[in-house]
């Protein structure tokens, strides 16, 4: 017999399978990724398919993102459920923290599924066309796909744990200013007051800044695995002097991506527990 781990999580990366917004999330991030992969040519007045390498560049943006949105209302819409569902769910003889975890992995199998048709299909289609060089530059951007639906996930989790099953609406609201702040408003936020900072406090903020944010983390750690330093803007480039090196800072943003993984699902199995259902 299955744990209730696993009977939760199969349960919910059944339901995420069959449901029409992840079948319509795989089709666009698929069309989305073939489409950088094929046109990457046509501005510099070319024709073909890019190779893995241009491909995994031209993709880092999409995937910073589209994958974090997704992740914060699936992992919204999944936790915080309909009135009368979270008294069903968590009147199971089951611990909450295991019902989350279970909820939290099926969703994670779900989105994964989705994007791995996505990269699949371009990767497929650069392979044929362009060769396999590069394709580890290719699979490191999909780990850092991979990474960022975890991280968002668990931030959902917290969002959606405080009041399960109540305040939907407002939960995908707050899940909305999360992704707007942490993708878009943060940087623009690090990169003003650096600016009018001195040269050694301002290099010390956007060092920060790349910890701080899970966002930042993966894309400077993808670019350096994809492209090492000459794709870093000012704040990689002060990170890499701060870390001493490329091994250094692969260190440091692991250890930020690590972090952003455990600690939001900690937070959100905390708050569950003493949450009033």
Same mark, same amino acid.
Not at 16 to 26: D, K, L, M, Y
Not at 44 to 57: H, I, L, N, P
Not at 258 to 264: E, I, R, Y
């Given at each position: 017999?299955?744990?209730?781990?696993?009977?939760?999580?199969? !349960?919910?990366?059944?339901?995420?399978?069959?449901?029409?917004?992840?079948? @319509? /999330?795989?089709?666009?991030?698929?069309?989305?990724?073939?489409?950088?992969?094929?046109?990457?040519?046509?501005?510099?007045?070319?024709? &073909?398919?890019?190779?893995?390498?241009?491909?995994?560049?031209?993709?880092? !943006? *999409?995937?910073?993102?589209?994958?974090?949105?997704?992740?914060?209302? /699936?992992?919204?819409?999944?936790?915080?459920?309909?009135?009368?569902?979270?008294?069903? $769910?968590?009147?199971?003889?089951? +611990?909450?923290?295991?019902?989350? *975890?279970?909820? =939290? =992995?099926?969703?994670?199998?779900? *989105?994964?599924?989705?994007? %791995?048709?996505?990269?699949?299909?371009?990767?497929?289609?650069? +392979?044929? !066309?362009?060769?396999?060089?590069?394709?580890?530059?290719?699979?490191?951007? %999909?780990?850092?796909?991979?990474?960022?639906?975890?991280?968002?996930?668990? @931030?959902?989790?917290?969002?959606?744990? &405080?009041?399960?099953?109540?305040?939907?609406?407002?939960?995908?609201? $707050?899940? =909305?200013? @999360?992704?707007?702040?942490?993708?878009?408003?943060?940087?623009?936020?690090? *990169?003003? %007051?650096?600016?009018?900072?001195?040269?050694?406090?301002?290099?010390? =903020?956007?060092?920060?800044?790349?910890?701080?944010?899970?966002?930042?983390?993966?894309?400077?750690?993808?670019?350096?695995? @994809?492209?090492? $330093?000459?794709? /870093? &803007?000012?704040?990689?480039?002060?990170?890499?002097?701060?870390?001493?090196?490329?091994?250094?800072?692969?260190? %440091?943003?692991?250890?930020?991506?690590?972090?952003?993984?455990?600690?939001?699902?900690?937070?959100?199995?905390?708050?569950?527990?003493?949450?009033?259902?």
């Amino acid at each position: 017999m299955r744990s209730p781990l696993m009977a939760f999580a199969g !349960q919910e990366l059944v339901l995420a399978v069959r449901s029409r917004w992840t079948q @319509i /999330f795989a089709a666009v991030f698929g069309v989305l990724a073939f489409a950088v992969a094929a046109s990457g040519y046509i501005l510099s007045g070319g024709r &073909g398919v890019q190779d893995f390498a241009r491909t995994s560049v031209s993709l880092v !943006q *999409l995937v910073i993102l589209l994958v974090p949105l997704t992740s914060l209302l /699936f992992g919204v819409m999944t936790l915080a459920a309909e009135p009368g569902a979270a008294e069903l $769910v968590f009147s199971q003889p089951v +611990s909450r923290r295991t019902i989350l *975890l279970g909820k =939290l =992995l099926g969703q994670f199998l779900a *989105l994964a599924a989705a994007q %791995a048709l996505g990269f699949g299909a371009a990767g497929a289609a650069i +392979s044929w !066309q362009a060769g396999d060089e590069g394709a580890a530059r290719f699979l490191l951007l %999909a780990a850092g796909s991979l990474a960022l639906t975890a991280i968002f996930l668990g @931030i959902a989790a917290v969002v959606a744990a &405080g009041s399960p099953g109540r305040r939907r609406a407002r939960a995908l609201a $707050v899940a =909305l200013a @999360i992704w707007f702040a942490a993708v878009v408003l943060f940087d623009v936020a690090a *990169l003003t %007051a650096a600016s009018l900072l001195r040269s050694g406090t301002a290099s010390r =903020l956007l060092i920060v800044s790349v910890l701080v944010n899970p966002v930042d983390a993966v894309r400077t750690g993808t670019l350096l695995g @994809i492209e090492g $330093v000459t794709a /870093f &803007g000012a704040a990689s480039l002060a990170f890499l002097r701060f870390t001493h090196g490329a091994r250094g800072a692969a260190l %440091a943003i692991g250890v930020s991506v690590l972090f952003w993984v455990v600690v939001p699902v900690w937070i959100a199995a905390w708050r569950l527990e003493r949450a009033d259902i």
